[in-house]
């Protein structure tokens, strides 16, 4: 499974983008594909994701400005982000697993195929 993602760049604050993650060697919608995060300085941290079905799952503190979709005829995952603030900065990673489960959703461990990042800036 190859992962590229695409989309980041350089917005305002209150902005909205959308990024990408085209997914190749493997149906997307037979897999679990999430967005990571790393911050300058910080750990790795979990955006949000959608299970192999279409429940989509994202974490409790960006719940309401970033929303996960799917698009199968593309095979490809997007991640769209609302209402950007600086502290959104950030290299954006794309990642696919066969292997999690509700309790591992949002473990980085669980997930085997990653893709390149795409770089967010947010401007104050």
């Known amino acids: 499974v190859q992962l590229q993602a695409s989309g980041g760049g350089l917005v305002q604050t209150g902005g909205s983008l959308r990024l990408s993650c085209e997914v190749s060697g493997r149906t997307s919608s037979t897999v679990t594909v999430a967005w990571f995060r790393r911050a300058p300085g910080k750990e790795r941290e979990f955006v949000a994701g959608?299970?192999?079905?279409?429940?989509?799952y994202s974490s409790d503190s960006l719940k309401g400005r970033f929303t996960v979709s799917r698009e199968n005829a593309k095979n490809t995952v997007y991640l769209r982000m609302d209402g950007l603030i600086p502290e959104d900065t950030a290299l954006y990673y794309c990642?696919?697993?066969?292997?999690?489960?509700?309790?591992?959703?949002?473990?980085?461990?669980?997930?085997?195929?990653w893709g390149q990042g795409t770089q967010v800036t947010v401007s104050s």
């Open positions: 990642a696919a697993s066969s292997r999690v489960i509700m309790t591992t959703r949002r473990n980085p461990l669980y997930f085997d195929h």
């Open positions: 959608i299970f192999r079905g279409a429940n989509t």
